[in-house]
């Protein structure tokens, strides 16, 4: 696997590997890296020649008051892990490669962008808009892939390829859990043994919505109503938002029906989770 820091390198390389309509995937991640990203690289490496990945801990999709300087770096393991995998390429840029003094443009998607994640962080959506635009740029690839448990951050990247016409196939890979059905996240670190026990409740919460919708409630109010209370009514755990809405626009929907989207953020002790479930869809356990 090539390590790459710039982006003239990251062209030059790109252009061969891409030479005679071979296909590129690219996986853009943020490093601490576990079996969900390694689950979009195996989808990567399954439906194109070459795959690249990338591990940047982006600045401009943090706020103020987030994680940007404790998020965990784990580098050395992150590599052997791509390496393992088989992936090509490694762009890890410095931030200065990506963010040069005086750059000052920006992907703004203002509706969608600013609802779920975007309304509890705003400026989250315009920073990582901004980036994954930049490697779309950089890469050219045929295929990007992404988590579905990033499931705002899905709809807001489709938003943006079909409006800046990025010649992208966005391919979308199912949520990857835990044993006991703990989304997977590179947050899940910050966890003590009993933070990890009662972020549980998100998973839960969003299976017993689940079982409703198929025991016939199409209500979305009533569901939402549920949903709510299970999470506000969990010892250590602070709601940030259960909403039941449009996968696509991010707009709540009042019935709810196949391909709708149930989306949970809350705070386990400091740590900021987020999950979902598609109505009517299979999720990887
Ligand atoms: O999902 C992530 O890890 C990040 O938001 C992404 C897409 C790599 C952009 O920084």
Not at 87 to 100: G, I, K, N, S
Not at 166 to 188: H, K, Q
Not at 255 to 266: C, E, K, P, S, T
């Amino acid at each position: 696997m090539e390590i790459l820091r710039t982006i003239d390198e990251v062209r030059r390389t790109c252009n061969a590997l891409k030479r005679g309509d071979r296909t590129l995937g690219l996986v853009p991640t943020m490093g601490a890296l576990h079996v969900g990203h390694l689950s979009l690289v195996r989808a990567a490496k399954a439906s194109c020649d070459a795959v690249a990945a990338t591990i940047f801990v982006n600045p401009t999709q943090f706020g103020p008051n987030e994680d940007f300087a404790a998020y965990p770096r784990t580098f050395e393991q992150d590599c052997a892990m791509l390496e393992r995998e088989g992936v090509d390429v490694l762009f890890a840029p410095a931030r200065e490669e990506m963010y040069p003094a005086g750059a000052e443009t920006f992907v703004d998607i203002p509706m969608v962008g600013g609802r779920l994640d975007g309304a509890s962080r705003p400026g989250h959506f315009r920073g990582v808009a901004t980036v994954v635009a930049k490697l779309f740029n950089i890469f050219q690839p045929t295929c990007a892939f992404f988590g579905q448990k990033d499931a705002a951050q899905v709809a807001v990247l489709r938003t943006m390829v079909r409006d800046l016409n990025f010649d992208v196939e966005m391919v979308v890979c199912p949520t990857v859990r835990e044993v006991d059905g703990l989304a997977m996240s590179s947050r899940n670190r910050y966890l003590s043994a009993e933070e990890r026990e009662q972020a549980l409740v998100l998973e839960r919460a969003l299976r017993r919505v689940e079982r409703v919708v198929a025991e016939g409630e199409r209500d979305s109010d009533r569901l939402r109503g549920e949903l709510r209370r299970e999470l506000e009514d969990a010892a250590g755990v602070r709601l940030d938002y259960a909403e039941i809405v449009d996968a696509r626009s991010l707009e709540p929907v009042s019935d709810v029906g196949d391909g709708v989207l149930v989306a949970v953020a809350a705070w386990v002790g400091k740590t900021r989770l987020i999950d979902n479930v598609v109505i009517g869809a299979e999720d990887a356990r």
